[in-house]
């Protein structure tokens, strides 16, 4: 029986990591049902990218009060849980702070532990206000109700209540070891869990003892419940904002990519020595599809894009043609394309891994054509991103379908295009006319 509890511990450590490790894979599976793209260039540049925006956090500061607050709360969240190593081997080895014997350091470390803890009850205490009672505008968009606004909330309340059970299990620690009792050592430096233990000062030993081991096995659980709970929550960024920034677009902001089989058709029309009847090269790339009407005609970084998402808002705080009225919301684009994603890997899960035609695509039924067109392609969404995420290589891919397999351009595109294609510029004039305003007098 003196055993059952470090079995207990290791049953639920196995279901806990059993769980995450099923949700790893589905996540791998959704991101790589994208198109492949060669992203292996100017690795150095990515590792820096990455160490700059993913942990240093550079462009969070930016906002400087959400981004020195979410700082803390990343910080304090990280740091804090290198507890959880202690706990584990505690739990599957029956000892009890087993890394007491580092001393001077253990103290340190616990100390520090206990002020972030402090530090990130305040922050998100903070966010939440920011969110329920001063209501951010971009926090209440239309594409914020219901469960992406719960979810928000949802993760602040997580994270108050693990950083509470952190601190109360110390308190009751604390009070243990200053009472004297069995298999509690003294080992530790408490700055504040010391004041909350003023609260059990009436409890006895067991009931302290009591109140010790509920906490314990309420954080745990709760950090394990909080790790499979992120593949369901915007929090996934915790684990993909790494990768995300690592895989982010290199070129400038302002140069779109062109399709090889275009280029090569343009460059073939303007070589005065060129055939314009012989057959195409055998080794020519002609696509299968121009563009893109659903989340498998993307590529897998775009795909990462989405589910790397924060639903922070910065995007759309920013987008010019969503703050003139329009629907456009590129936190919206994200959001969708991800709940697509998700949707295709259901339908998969169901057909054992095979995808079956379900009516729907990312396309009108996700992301409506108004809002595609209301993109200005100003970069305005993906200079915001606290984590590099593209919402605009979406938007052109599927305004590149509308136009390439669909010829569902906007009148005054399509009028555009003809004038280049007749008179080789976006006005209706001939080409001999275009200096006629020169001569009016």
């Known amino acids: 029986m003196q055993y059952l509890p470090n079995f207990l511990f290791v049953v639920v450590l196995a279901i806990g990591i059993g769980f995450f490790t099923r949700n790893i894979f589905r996540l791998r599976r959704n991101i790589l049902l994208g198109k492949d793209v060669d992203v292996s260039d100017n690795r150095s540049q990515r590792w820096a990218n990455m160490a700059r925006i993913a942990l240093g956090q550079t462009k969070m500061v930016v906002r400087p009060v959400p981004g020195i607050l979410h700082i803390i709360v990343y910080l304090g969240f990280i740091i804090i849980n290198l507890e959880v190593l202690e706990i584990i081997i505690d739990g599957i080895f029956g000892t009890h702070r087993v890394f007491a014997g580092l001393g001077g350091v253990y103290d340190f470390l616990i100390a520090s532990f206990e002020i972030l803890a402090l530090l990130v009850i305040v922050s998100v205490t903070i966010f939440w206000i920011r969110r329920n009672i001063i209501r951010l505008k971009r926090f209440f968009k239309p594409e ?58 009436d409890m006895s030993i067991s009931g302290l003892i009591l109140l010790e081991r509920i906490t314990w096995w309420m954080h745990i659980v709760g950090i394990l419940f909080f790790l499979n709970y992120l593949y369901y929550s915007k929090h996934l960024h915790i684990l993909l904002a790494f990768p995300n920034t690592f895989y982010g ?9 062109n399709l090889e089989s275009v280029t090569n058709e343009v460059k073939l029309m303007m070589d005065p020595s060129a055939d314009p009847f012989a057959a195409p090269a055998e080794d020519a790339a002609e696509p299968e599809k ?21 639903e922070c808002g910065r995007c759309t705080s920013e987008c010019p043609a969503n703050l003139t009225g329009k629907k456009l919301s590129p936190r919206k684009i994200m959001m969708d394309t991800r709940d697509r994603l998700e949707e295709v890997g259901k339908i998969m899960d169901k057909n054992k891994g095979e995808f079956k035609e379900d009516g729907k695509q990312l396309l009108d039924d996700y992301i409506t054509r108004e809002e595609l067109w209301a993109c200005t392609s100003c970069n305005a969404c993906v200079e915001a991103c606290p984590v590099s995420i593209d919402p605009l290589s979406i938007i052109m891919d599927m305004r590149q379908y509308l136009v390439m397999e669909q010829s569902a351009a906007p009148s005054d595109l399509n009028n ?26």
């Open 290 to 310: 121009f563009g893109a009407s659903d989340v498998t005609d993307l590529n897998w970084v775009q795909l990462l894009n989405a589910y790397s998402c924060t």
């Open 416 to 441: 555009m295009m003809g004038n280049i294609e007749n008179n080789g510029a976006p006005w209706p004039f001939n080409q001999l006319d275009r200096l006629n305003w020169s001569k009016e007098s």
């Open 249 to 257: 677009k290199l070129t400038p902001k302002g140069q779109f990519k």
């Open 144 to 201: 914020m109700k219901g469960w992406p606004k719960m979810d928000g909330n949802l993760i602040l309340y997580i994270e108050f209540v693990l950083m509470l059970l952190f601190l109360t299990m110390n308190a009751a620690d604390f009070q243990l070891q200053q009472l004297g009792a069995d298999h509690y050592v003294q080992a530790g430096s408490f700055p504040v869990s010391q004041y909350i233990s003023q609260l059990f000062g």
